[in-house]
C-alpha cells in the first residue's frame, strides 16, 4: 500500500509542472487574443457608461421636450416597427440598469424592511 502511494506521488509530482506549463501557455496565448476586445470594450465603456456633463444637459432638455411635443402631437403611431422594438429595448435596459443599483444599494436582493 505505501509503494502505491509513493508510485502515485511520484507520478503526479511529475506531470503537475507540464500540466501547469501547459495550462500557462494556453492562459497567455487566451490573454493575447482577448487584449484587442477588451481595450475596445473598456474604451466604449468609458464612453457609455459616463454620467452625462454639464455641456451635455441642454440637449437633454431639448430631447425631453420634443418627446413631450411627439407625445401630445401622436406622431409616435409613425414610428417604424425596427424603431418601436429599439426603444422598447432602449426603455427595458434602463429599468434593469434601475433595478440593479437599487439591488447594489440595498446590498440585498429582497426588498426593502418595511
Not at 501547459?22 to 475596445?40: E, N
Not at 425631453?64 to 425596427?82: E, N, P, R, S
Request: glycine residues 8%; charged residues 20%; proline residues 4%.
Amino acid at each position: 500500500m505505501a509503494q502505491k502511494l509513493v508510485n502515485f506521488g511520484q507520478r503526479i509530482a511529475v506531470a503537475t509542472p507540464r500540466v501547469a506549463t501547459r495550462w500557462g501557455f494556453q492562459a497567455l496565448g487566451l490573454a493575447k487574443k482577448a487584449q484587442p476586445h477588451a481595450t475596445k470594450f473598456w474604451n466604449n465603456a468609458k464612453v457609455e457608461m459616463a454620467p452625462p456633463k454639464m455641456s451635455d444637459w441642454p440637449a437633454i432638455k431639448k430631447s425631453f421636450m420634443g418627446l413631450k411635443d411627439v407625445a401630445l402631437a401622436g406622431k409616435f403611431m409613425d414610428v417604424t416597427v425596427k424603431q418601436a422594438c429599439v426603444n422598447t429595448l432602449v426603455a427595458a435596459e434602463i429599468a434593469f440598469w434601475f433595478y440593479v443599483g437599487e439591488i447594489i444599494g440595498r446590498r440585498s436582493l429582497i426588498g426593502y424592511n418595511v
